[in-house]
């Protein structure tokens, strides 16, 4: 009995782009807004925002989700490396204020709907990012 030939195993190629996966730009912009609709409203976190418009609070983190997340390049374009704990050292980020910018950021990641894997994947970053921000007791 001849053995039938099979083609030699190969690992499939990563396609998934998670920024294209869960929506692209409209996503990101509805997590950010969202996100600083809490903000705005919350007596810890509001002083953390110097500028009386949060508008360009938000095109930041906007730009820098996007372009973590597979999006356009745009933040390093325009603002260099990231550098998140030393952009986030002139402001006392405590265990509180970090408790509340995840609370926040819990009912923007909720209203978008994503897919379970989606949803765990972007809420496990955001979490280990909001812990390494804290500088403050």
Known sequence: MPLSVQPAF???AYTENFYEAVGGHPTFVK???VFYDGVAEDPLMRPMYPEEDL???KDRL???????WGGPKTYSEQRGHPRLRM?????AVTPQARDAWL??????????DLSPLHEATLWDYL?????SM???A
């Open 55 to 57: 508008t360009a609070a």
């Open 62 to 68: 906007l730009g820098f989700l996007e372009q973590y």
């Open 103 to 112: 609370k926040h950021m819990r009912d923007a990641v909720d209203a978008l």
């Open 87 to 91: 952009r986030h050292m002139p402001f």
């Open 134 to 136: 804290v500088n403050s």
């Open 127 to 131: 979490e280990r990012a909001a812990h």
């Open 31 to 33: 997590l950010v807004d």
């Open 10 to 12: 190969t690992q499939p």
